[in-house]
């Protein structure tokens, strides 16, 4: 189909109702702007199925840490709290704590004597569980990132792609009513909306959850400072 041959065939399909659906502008659209619509499509689905399963891992992730914080403050022997925890599979805080009671009951039973750098592997733990805790967080926060800030940039390739590729059509059929401009132009910038309805919702729960994963880090930090805490005052009874 030669450019003349494009545009009545836009002209025709957006004539009847004055206004032209999403998916005629696709399908008439130039085969580089359909690539970049269908691009920002799967874009803007991933983000969604990422955002759906970070807000439940986030909200799990805070009842998690409530749950076990009640549970460590009310008073229970941390050895049957250990019991307890290890036999499942913990998250969060309680990774945490699992973690480093496992490492101490491995120092204390192992040799009484290596008291002195128990403190200090101890505390090496929490701190390798927390980058493990926080690094299974975060994980594919990276992509909403990059979609927030290239989907614009993509979509507003299309549009220009798709404007020079109108244009040329227009200039071949020597028609520049606006009848014949006009579907070619909203094809163009359809593909800027894909790249807005990408990048907008990536934009703000890449935001939401960075400060999410902020907040909890902080409470994996000070628990690991008030566990440390414990175990010094623990080194300190046996020696």
């Known amino acids: 189909m030669n450019p003349a041959e494009i545009v009545k065939t836009q002209v025709s399909m957006g004539a009847p109702n004055g206004g032209f659906s999403f998916l005629e502008m696709f399908l008439t659209a130039h085969p580089v702007v359909k690539v970049v619509m269908f691009g920002l499509l799967l874009a ?38 250990y ?39 101890v505390e090496k733990v929490m701190d390798v569980t927390i980058s493990r805790e926080m690094e299974q967080l975060d994980r594919r926060l990276l992509f909403l990132a990059t979609v927030g800030s290239t989907a614009p940039f993509v979509g507003l390739f299309g549009t220009v792609w798709g404007i020079m590729s109108s244009f040329s059509a227009i200039a071949a059929s020597k028609n520049t009513s606006l009848a014949a401009v006009a579907p070619g132009i909203s094809e163009a910038l359809f593909a ?27 409470r994996l930090e000070a628990f690991a400072d008030e566990f440390a805490a414990i175990v010094s005052r623990q080194i300190d009874v046996r020696t």
């Open 44 to 81: 803007s689905i991933w983000s969604w199925a990422i955002i759906v399963e970070k807000v439940f891992a986030f909200r799990r992730a805070r009842r998690e840490a409530d749950q076990f914080e009640q549970l460590f403050w009310s008073g229970q022997s941390l050895d049957e709290l």
């Open 83 to 121: 019991a307890g925890l290890s036999r499942g599979r913990t998250f969060s805080m309680a990774s945490l704590f699992v973690a480093a009671m496992r490492e101490w009951k491995r120092s204390v039973e192992g040799n009484i004597r290596a008291l002195g750098g128990i403190q200090m592997r």
């Open 192 to 218: 800027t909306a894909l790249g807005l309805l990408a990048a907008i919702p990536a934009v703000i729960f890449y935001n939401k959850f960075s400060a999410d994963s902020s907040r909890l880090g902080q």
